[in-house]
């Protein structure tokens, strides 16, 4: 008798070997002061264990498009299944194989190597552009309105959590183009954990329990608020979110990171209506989410890469849709021969 295994059962674990690999070759780099550099080798580690992956994949979100990324561009095709060879399962990856280069170059906190899958078509292909995003937990998910005043968001999440607005904690990239959205925020009396990078991981903590996080607010990146979704699928958080265009920004070093010609390429992916608020279940739309994340620096969810004698230690987060499963996994990589010293540290 045939019994359909999940497909987790299948790639799950995979994906955990390859935000493992980017996650020790990014560690490598840490405080060295070159971002590019750390993300390059992160990316090419990312594309070599997917290429050993029994898959047909494809790059819907990536390092860009193809004349820009040599490696893990939008479009690319990934895995054993990529080159011809029928029977894998088509699989669509998100991948940011560093989020947080500039953390990982200086050495800061909450740098990870990140990457979502579904079947096909279960992911939006978003362009690299800004999004302007509100991201919160399960206990105050549907309270929140993304063009709602931020008074009334913070109040609605207060009372969904049972404490006041003084108490809550909301994470905004440090940008000039949030003076506002700071200030509105500090008239509530609410707190803010202000980041210089990373949103993708601080939106997740706004999904856990006992992150100290409560919501997260302001304008990202656009892929990053899709990778975002499809890890709140798997820990039922809520994300709202619109692509922001280039008249919308205030700053000049914003919109001067906006191409030309921006409308005609959202529409070409499939993107009719650049203004729509788009909501979790239409960022990840797929019947079978996988996410995959693993600590490169030491942050609020994840611990960074410990390098020792005869190996290393990797802390991931790793959770599908399928079996509602959400794994916190520590692994030990041994190197060396038989006399190696396995380092296991509980604190």
């Not at 990053?224 to 809520?238: D, F, K, P, S, Y």
């Not at 909501?279 to 020792?308: Q, S, Y």
Request: with cysteine; proline share 4%; hydrophobic share 40%.
């Amino acid at each position: 008798m045939d019994i359909e295994r999940p497909l987790e059962h299948d790639v799950l674990f995979d994906f955990l070997r390859v935000v493992e690999a980017a996650a020790v070759e990014a560690a490598r780099t840490m405080g060295q002061g070159d971002r590019k550099y750390s993300d390059h080798v992160a990316v090419e580690k990312m594309r070599a264990v997917m290429e050993t992956i029994p898959m047909n994949g494809t790059i819907v979100i990536g390092e860009g498009e193809r004349d820009e990324a040599p490696m893990l561009y939008i479009g690319e095709r990934v895995g054993l299944g990529a080159h011809g060879t029928d029977g894998y399962p088509e699989i669509d990856i998100a991948v940011d194989p560093l989020e947080g280069t500039n953390l990982c170059a200086t050495g800061a906190p909450n740098a990870i190597a990140v990457l979502a899958a579904a079947e096909r078509g279960g992911l939006l292909h978003a362009p690299d552009i800004y999004m302007n995003k509100i991201v919160v937990g399960p206990s105050s998910k549907g309270a929140v309105d993304i063009d709602a005043p931020v008074r009334d968001n913070l109040r609605a999440i207060a009372r969904r959590l049972n404490r006041d607005v003084t108490d809550l904690v909301v994470v905004v990239l440090e940008r000039p183009r949030h003076r506002r959205l700071i200030a509105e925020i500090r008239e509530t009396g609410a707190r803010i954990r202000l980041i210089t990078d990373g949103d993708l991981s601080a939106g997740i903590s706004a999904a856990v329990g006992g992150s100290g996080v409560h919501a997260l607010m302001g304008i990202g990146g656009g892929p990053e608020g899709v990778i975002t979704a499809a890890a709140l699928r798997c820990l039922n958080g809520e994300i709202q979110a619109r692509f922001v265009l280039k008249e919308q920004l205030d700053e000049q070093e914003d919109r001067a990171k906006i191409p030309d010609g921006l409308v005609e390429r959202m529409q070409r992916m499939g993107i009719t209506d650049p203004t729509r608020v788009y909501d979790t279940n239409e960022l990840a739309p797929g019947h079978k989410i996988m996410f995959a994340a693993c600590g490169v620096t030491d942050g609020a969810l994840l611990r960074g890469v410990r390098f020792f004698g005869t190996g290393k230690k990797t802390q991931s987060l790793i959770m599908t849709t399928e079996t509602r499963h959400v794994r916190f996994v520590e692994s030990v990589h041994v190197e060396g021969g038989p006399d190696s010293v396995v380092r296991f540290d509980r604190v």
